[in-house]
């Protein structure tokens, strides 16, 4: 069974950092695209950014672009997110996610792709 626990959230003034972590568990991590999405009270869960199985293939969000970046370690079984200049609409549950699909060709960009969800961590960016 996948597991996917998030850690790493928590609150930050605008402008400070964060990085998010997600152990996997329970299958071959390293042959899976990983993806980090994000739900703002009141608003649609949206992928933030996503990772080829290999690392070697990666997505953003336009509101991600040049702040976010996502990496993974294959040998800890870790995909990490790690959030600069974090701006109060930042603010959301953010969830580590991935899907069914060994050795996929390229990434997910759309959350109802997804098949498997972390349980989410709270970032939230005071001004």
């Known amino acids: 069974q996948v597991q ?13 950092s964060l990085r998010l972590s997600c152990a996997a568990s329970g299958r071959t991590f390293s042959s899976y ?14 992928v933030v950014a996503a990772i080829s199985w290999s690392g070697g293939i990666t997505y953003y969000a336009n509101s991600a672009k040049g702040r976010f ?22 603010t959301a549950v953010y969830y580590c996610t991935t899907d ?13 792709a997804y098949d498997y969800w972390g349980q989410g961590t709270q970032v939230t960016v005071s001004s």
């Open 69 to 90: 970046t996502i990496s993974r370690d294959n040998a800890k079984n870790t995909v990490y997110l790690q959030m600069n200049s974090l701006k109060p609409e930042d």
């Open 4 to 16: 996917l626990v998030e850690s790493g959230g928590g609150l930050v003034q605008a402008g400070g």
């Open 33 to 46: 695209a990983m993806g980090w999405c994000r739900q703002a009270p009141g608003k649609e869960r949206e």
């Open 100 to 112: 069914n699909l060994p050795l996929r060709i390229g990434v997910l960009t759309e959350t109802r």
